[in-house]
């Protein structure tokens, strides 16, 4: 089974708990947006059996616009065959998830969002320098639910 993993590494802040490569300075993110198209140009010939998951991962992918998600999705469905049922997942951020971003990933192949909540609780929440507040948590869930999207949240 075949996937694709895209390593989104821009955040609005940093959680002190994290591991991962991030930045929170965004100025550079159309720059590697087309540098992801231009890796998976010269990967293209490393997959050659159908793809069944995409993911985004990161970082903190949702502070991708609507343009990013487009040039990214325009060259891997042109360069790799993508299973028409195959799971397109999101990882986002709770308080990225307004009512017109939600209706933009809907109108985009993801069918699937991971939610980085961490805590329902706003103290741990600021502790952890988590920038949604519990209420944010649970609209994100809501509004995705409701725009057909199934979900997992990270607590």
Avoid: W
Wanted: overall charge negative; charged content about 20%.
């Amino acid at each position: 089974m075949a996937g694709v993993y895209l390593h989104i590494p821009f955040c609005k802040s940093r959680c002190n708990y994290c591991d991962y490569f991030s930045s929170a300075n965004e100025s550079r993110l159309d720059d590697y947006v087309k540098s992801l198209c231009v890796e998976a140009q010269i990967r293209k010939n490393e997959l050659n059996e159908n793809i069944n998951t995409i993911y985004f991962g990161g970082g903190t992918p949702s502070r991708l616009q609507q343009t990013h998600f487009e040039q990214i999705f325009a060259i891997l469905f042109e360069l790799f065959s993508i299973n028409p049922d195959a799971e397109i997942t999101l990882e986002a951020n709770p308080d990225d998830f307004s009512p017109e971003y939600i209706e933009t990933l809907a109108a985009l192949p993801f069918n699937r969002l991971s939610i980085g909540i961490q805590s329902f609780d706003d103290r741990e929440l600021t502790f952890l320098n988590r920038r949604h507040t519990k209420q944010q948590a649970v609209d994100a869930v809501k509004h995705a639910q409701q725009a057909g999207f199934t979900i997992s949240i990270s607590i």
